[in-house]
């Protein structure tokens, strides 16, 4: 067995990874370009689901798409420019809004939730931070009961995949959430989701126990792969070069420009999404991340106060930020629910990692031995992190993964 494994990315998903590498005996290096768990996976929603089998690209978005193209909604934005550009990528996303593709992608996600749910229960209680997780499931709710009857082809969806979950009509909806104003009138409550009320401290957690069993973490960008014969060299902006035999590509958004280095060409893009913290409403707290279909928007309880998490923004990776569809979402939320001012200076945030088909890359490199990838996980990597971790502890050791991952196979692209 090869021994060195240079884990590139250090989000929830690079943690992972280098976590579940180290405790199959590899000896581990995690680099990342700052503190791990800083972009993407520090501002989430929180929500550890098993149940987010329905993906964007099912065929209730055609349906929706006119209303989306108006570029108004708080749910999803766009730059036209930015569509333009990537028009290939849009259609060929668009191209996997049928039924049978989103059973295809629901029944493989599922998988890779389920046992990603177990792994987190169980690295939270060996990090001894049994006080970030919560157990009270994920509450979809409706303002209008059009939403909802559009909602059922979705609980269909998850009825397929074994999804449990329970649906309340208006009054049960305020012995829920006895914090919420009354406007709703239907929720699903998906009963099996947990979440967590700070990402970040789980992350720093999940590195910490790496750190214990000896685990390096490297804080520096990756600006180059090579690969002549055995072993690979990371090449780092300090000037330092990581030599090790195994590489796991783990970078998120940024996945896609590394593995160009290397000649790949991968179909993802990134969705951008935004947070903001406000001062909790003097009703009763929030209990769980409460997902408002028809407002738009998450809310989600957090140590930090109520996180307030936007849908969709389809823009340039690195493009300024542009608050008008959180300030939009805010202002919903706080006139609907009496929740106090914003508790950080400056809102946040980060890219979530979009292959065409909305199914994550896991899998060997098609054209480079030792190489593997570990990306894509879209709007649900903080969930499926550590059973991809598992995956590529399983890989890394060319042992059969836990689960099928023929749906996640990086040929499934002629990249
Ligand atoms: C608003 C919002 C809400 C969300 N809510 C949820 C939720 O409730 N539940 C859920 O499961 N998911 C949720 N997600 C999605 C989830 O956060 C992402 O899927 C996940 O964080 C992706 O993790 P990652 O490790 O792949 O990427 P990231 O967290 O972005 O990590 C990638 C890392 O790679 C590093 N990197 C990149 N390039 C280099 C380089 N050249 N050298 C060194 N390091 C490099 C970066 O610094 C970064 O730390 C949400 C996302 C958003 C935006």
Not at 157 to 173: L, N, P
Request: with cysteine.
């Amino acid at each position: 067995m090869s021994k060195r494994v240079a884990v590139l990315g250090g989000g929830i998903v690079g943690v992972c990874a280098a976590l579940e590498a180290q405790k199959a005996g590899f000896e581990v290096v995690l680099i990342d370009r700052k503190k791990p768990g800083r972009e993407t996976s520090f501002g989430n929603a929180g929500v550890l689901s098993e149940s987010s089998v329905v993906v964007l690209n099912n065929p209730g978005l055609i349906k929706t798409l006119p209303k989306l193209l108006m570029n108004n909604g708080i749910g999803f934005r766009y730059s036209p420019w930015f569509v333009l550009k990537n028009l290939g990528w849009f259609l060929k996303f668009l191209s996997y809004c049928t039924p049978r593709k989103s059973r295809h992608a629901a029944k493989a996600l599922r998988a890779l939730m389920v046992i990603s749910l177990e792994r987190h229960k169980a690295l939270i209680k060996e990090a001894k931070v049994d006080e970030l997780l919560r157990y009270q499931g994920w509450l979809k709710i409706f303002r209008k009961t059009e939403s909802f009857e559009r909602f059922k082809a979705e609980m269909k969806i998850m009825d397929d995949a074994g999804v449990r979950y329970s649906v309340y009509d208006q009054s049960q909806i305020r012995q829920l959430e006895p914090g919420l104003e009354p406007i709703y009138k239907h929720a699903v409550l998906v009963d099996d989701t947990c979440g967590v009320n700070n990402p970040a401290k789980l992350t720093d957690a999940y590195v910490d126990l790496f750190l214990t069993a000896g685990g390096v973490v490297i804080e520096d960008s990756v600006i180059g792969l090579d690969h002549g014969t055995q072993p690979w060299v990371v090449r780092l902006q300090s000037g330092n070069d990581v030599i090790a035999d195994q590489v796991v590509l783990a970078a998120g958004a940024w996945s896609a420009e590394i593995a160009s280095w290397l000649g790949y060409r991968i179909p993802m893009l990134w969705e951008r999404g935004y947070h903001r913290h406000l001062e909790p409403a003097k009703a009763p707290a929030l209990k769980r991340a409460i997902h408002d279909i028809d407002g738009g928007y998450v809310m989600a309880p957090m140590q930090t106060g109520v996180r307030i998490t936007t849908g969709v923004e389809m823009r340039d990776r690195d493009a300024e930020m542009n608050f008008s569809q959180l300030d939009a979402a805010i202002e919903d939320a706080r006139s609907h629910h009496g929740f106090g001012e914003p508790v950080d200076a400056e809102p946040w945030m980060g890219r979530r990692p979009t292959l065409v088909d909305s199914l994550p890359m896991l899998g060997s490199a098609p054209r480079h031995e030792g190489l593997f990838f570990n990306f894509g996980h879209q709007h649900i990597g903080l969930s499926m992190a550590p059973g991809s971790g598992q995956v590529m502890a399983a890989l890394l050791q060319g042992q059969t993964p836990p689960i099928d991952i023929a749906p996640f196979n990086p040929s499934r692209f002629p990249i």
